[in-house]
């Protein structure tokens, strides 16, 4: 997929700006070194409004390139790359930077290799890098990255060939055998031909040739590039060039070199002649009409525009000062991503927030009108009570206080049929006493009567608010031992009968009538006077007392 980039073309003559989104390609300037103010020109037109956020990518074109190829010893993918590194440091200790890519072996080899093969260039540190590294530092773009041209357009002249055989739909052609070695000769702008060599498509062979007339209108062009074809033909027979291999040329000019290269003899290489707009219309190029000189064979903007197409580099230089400006401001784009997520994020919050709202107030409106409505339902119902011979307010405050008056209702028949239970055939009952302790505003919980003690269920802070006195008499010729513990076996058969409710003697036999025993008498009855005293006590004082305390009976 394309990406919209300014790509830098860096060449020993000048450097060349271009805009491009893998279809439109725009040059946006052509800046020789020897400009005077080139710093200054390069930092405003980098600088453009327009174009300001599009990332700049830095397409090495120069004559200081070094390649080599080298075979390391195969080992595992961690050690492979420490021993790659390694040779690098070893073979270029005084370089800008250097990168490496795996040249992969040919599918029909037999014998498998010990050794890994890769392809190995190196950008050693020159005036012209030290004077962009100021221009783009003080023009504050973004930087995409850096590599040489020669191999990140290793395979352009392969696709080109692709495209023209495919455009040839005859049979015969078909059935043609393809050529393993291409060649594509262009002319560049910011300085020279360049001569690109590869074989299946891996870069073998690259040269760099200045020209004395780096113009279109050069008249010796044509002979200059015959003579550069024949010295790299010479000595690309050292990298087992074979003519039985078969040979693609494809050569970038204007009209006037074209048809003056055709009749040059190119040692039976199949030749391809394109001006640059016939070469951009086989890929789809579209070139700004900026280009007004019609002898125009500067074929940067096809490189510019093939690196925009790519999904991924070939072989990227690390620079440690374009990553020292790239990673700042690549974390404050980020920054400023996660910033607009947030902001989006807020955004929507605040819409469902205002939606929530919106929805609450149409609830609460519909509501209100709801109510409007059974109001006046209401007050015409209510007009049906007027004819009433009794108000209904009357009619309530009577039921209330019929209410309030059934909850403070004792219903005693409950209680008296458990004490008679209790005493019965053991003790005459003198008196049944209730006390209540309760304030007027204590709550009543309960309306109804309980319907097993007939007492209604109160609550209170004070749990042992009510109490129960219930006094009897025991038969007078029982002992005064016997009729002690008789006392005690009725209290305990109170607590059972009355659960929840705690049972106190208050009044035992043997005792004083101020004098109050809970449980059993101990010690011996030896005083017979006082023995006497007990037996022959007064009628009012020959009785028994026992206190039920609680909450509920």
Known sequence: MARKLRVLVLGDEGIALFLTNGTKIERECSL??????????LVEVLQNKK??????????????????????????????KKLVKRKLSSLFPNVLAYSFVHLKPPKKAK??????????????????????????????????????????????????????????????????????????????????????????????????????DNSPENPNWVEELYHEFTGTMGYISRFGFSTADGLDIVIICNENNKKELQGRD????????????????????SISS????????????????????QRRLKMPFKIGWIEKIAVPRQVAKSASGVLALGMLALSYLAFTTWQQYTDFQQDI???????????????????????????????????EMKDKIEDSTLYSYSVLEKVNGV????????????????????????????????LAGLRSDNENHFSVFVRFRLPDKMPIEEKIKTVDAVKLSFERSFPGMKAEVTKQYGSTADQMTDGALSGNFQDNEKKNKQQNMRPEENYAEIMLKGARI
């Open 32 to 41: 020789p070194w020897a400009v005077p103010n080139l710093e200054q020109e």
């Open 51 to 80: 174009n300001i956020n599009t990332p700049v990518f830095i397409l090495y074109d120069a004559l200081e390139q070094q390649y080599r190829k080298e075979d390391i010893v195969r080992t595992n993918i961690l050690d492979q």
């Open 111 to 212: 014998v498998k290799s010990k050794h890994n093969s890769y392809l190995i260039a190196a950008l050693p540190s020159t005036e012209h890098m030290r004077r962009l590294e100021g221009i783009l530092k003080e023009s504050r773009v973004d930087i995409a990255g850096l590599a040489f041209l020669p191999v990140e357009s290793s395979h352009f002249a392969g696709a080109f060939i692709d495209k023209l055989t495919k455009k040839s739909s005859k049979k015969k052609d078909k059935d043609a055998p393809t050529s393993r070695w291409t060649l594509m000769i262009s002319h560049h702008e910011t300085g020279g031909l360049r001569q690109i060599f590869t074989k299946d498509g891996t870069l073998a062979l690259t040269r760099l040739t200045p020209l004395a």
């Open 266 to 285: 190119f040692k039976g290489a199949n030749l391809h002649l394109y001006t640059v707009d016939e070469a951009a219309k086989v890929f789809g190029f």
């Open 290 to 309: 900026k280009r007004k000189n019609p002898n125009d064979q500067y074929a940067d903007l096809l490189h510019a525009g093939w690196l925009a197409r």
């Open 365 to 399: 409106a519909d509501r209100e009108g709801n109510k409007r409505i059974l109001e006046q339902e209401y007050e015409q119902e209510a007009k049906i009570f007027d004819v009433l011979p009794v108000r209904p307010k009357t009619v309530r405050t009577t039921l």
């Open 423 to 454: 005493i019965k055939d053991r003790a005459t009952l003198l008196s049944l006493t209730y006390d209540d302790k309760r304030t007027p505003d204590e709550e009543i919980v309960d309306k109804k009567p309980q319907a097993r003690t007939g």
